[in-house]
């Protein structure tokens, strides 16, 4: 098992997000985080004053996913996230010791599998049509 973590621009979320449902990556967090990478600073003028923009909106998202499913994850990202420019983002893969579903106290592979997995594939392959 894998945790796997992406940094994306915020336009490009509903892409990301569909193409992961479609490789059948179901179970995403998502968090707003600013930061900086090799992306130039912005100037911009308020009130007569000079604002240096140094941090950039951005969407990180992690999953947990079986080994299976994380070349199929890294692939769906990177199709929909890239523009090219930079600022894309990163993806970080870490290794997962172990995974419990609180509700059920399943484990590992079994705590991972969405309830509604195959809904949400087949609403993301409908909508992709």
Do not use: W
Request: hydrophobic fraction near 45%; proline fraction near 2%; charged fraction near 25%.
């Amino acid at each position: 098992m894998k945790l796997i973590t992406t940094i994306v621009r915020p336009e490009k979320l509903p892409e990301v997000k569909a193409a992961l449902f479609r490789a059948g990556i179901t179970g995403i967090t998502l968090s707003r985080v600013s930061g900086h990478g090799g992306e130039h600073e912005i100037l911009s003028q308020y009130r007569g004053t000079t604002l240096v923009m140094e941090f950039h909106e951005k969407v990180k998202i992690e999953m947990v996913c079986s080994e299976a499913f994380v070349e199929a994850c890294i692939t769906a990202i990177l199709s929909s996230a890239r523009t090219g420019e930079v600022g894309d983002g990163k993806i970080f893969v870490q290794p997962i010791e172990q995974v419990i579903r609180i509700r059920t106290g399943e484990r590992n592979n079994e705590a991972l599998t969405a309830v509604n997995a195959a809904e949400v594939q087949r609403a993301a392959l409908e909508a992709a049509e």
